[in-house]
């Protein structure tokens, strides 16, 4: 089935590891995104990418970094892990040319001790 | 930017009782609107979107939405709720013409239905 495919689905992380959240989508969209979902705060936009080759911040970006590797995927690095990192992460695609409205990933649960 | 305001993080509702999760958006232009849902430990999926002239949109699993360009609204209803229909529920919206498509979403609204 078509979507956005996130790997891994649950992650824990000692305080101070790194690790990328791998994102793809075969839908031939132009924009992804990450967001991070905390109880209380709703979805947060760590990241975001209008095309291949381009990365713009979003709301909440310190402590991550990401990667547009090509259309299809676009990654999310955290360097040095931190327990106010442990969150629900989301990534999604959209092309408003096509049709408005995101398609989600299942999401990573990612956990720093 | 856009700002997105859902009121009341939480609602609780019997089974077979109307569901209303409600909606305002700030906006000098009317946005694109969406309403999304969450079941426990998934994604969000798509519950219901208004793109177009129609104002009153139908979405799945029974759901609909009206947009109320006067009251910058976009209430959430269900006529009859299910156990079922347990779930976070995400209002949000878009800029009209926007080449990102970014959307922008509001807190989220925990629906709780008791049998």
């Known amino acids: 089935n078509a979507g956005v495919t996130q790997t891994p689905k649950f992650q824990v992380l000692k305080t101070g590891q790194s690790m990328t959240l791998q994102c793809a989508q075969d839908?031939?969209?132009?924009?992804m995104y990450w967001y991070r979902q905390d109880p209380g705060m709703g979805l947060r936009l760590i990241y975001y990418s209008a095309s291949e080759g381009t990365t713009d911040k979003g709301e909440v970006p310190n402590g991550y970094n990401v990667s547009r590797l090509n259309k299809r995927e676009f990654s999310l690095r955290l360097e040095s892990a931190a327990p106010s990192q442990t969150s629900v992460y989301f990534c999604a695609s959209s092309d408003p040319g096509t049709s408005y409205g995101y398609t989600f990933g299942s999401g990573t649960r990612l956990t720093v001790v | 930017a856009q700002s997105v305001t859902q009121l009341g993080s939480h609602v609780s509702v019997s089974e077979g009782a109307l569901v209303l999760l409600r909606c305002n958006y700030s906006s000098s232009v009317p946005p694109y609107l969406f309403w999304y849902v969450q079941y426990p430990n998934q994604g969000l999926q798509l519950l219901l979107k208004y793109t177009s002239a129609a104002t009153l949109v139908k979405g799945i699993n029974g759901f609909e939405a009206e947009f109320k360009k006067s009251e910058t609204s976009f209430h959430l209803t269900k006529p009859s709720a299910h156990m079922s229909d347990a779930a976070e529920y995400f209002c949000a919206v878009g800029e009209r013409g926007s080449t990102l498509g970014r959307l922008y979403f509001g807190r989220g609204t925990q629906l709780t239905v008791w049998p």
């Open positions: 839908m031939n969209h132009n924009s």
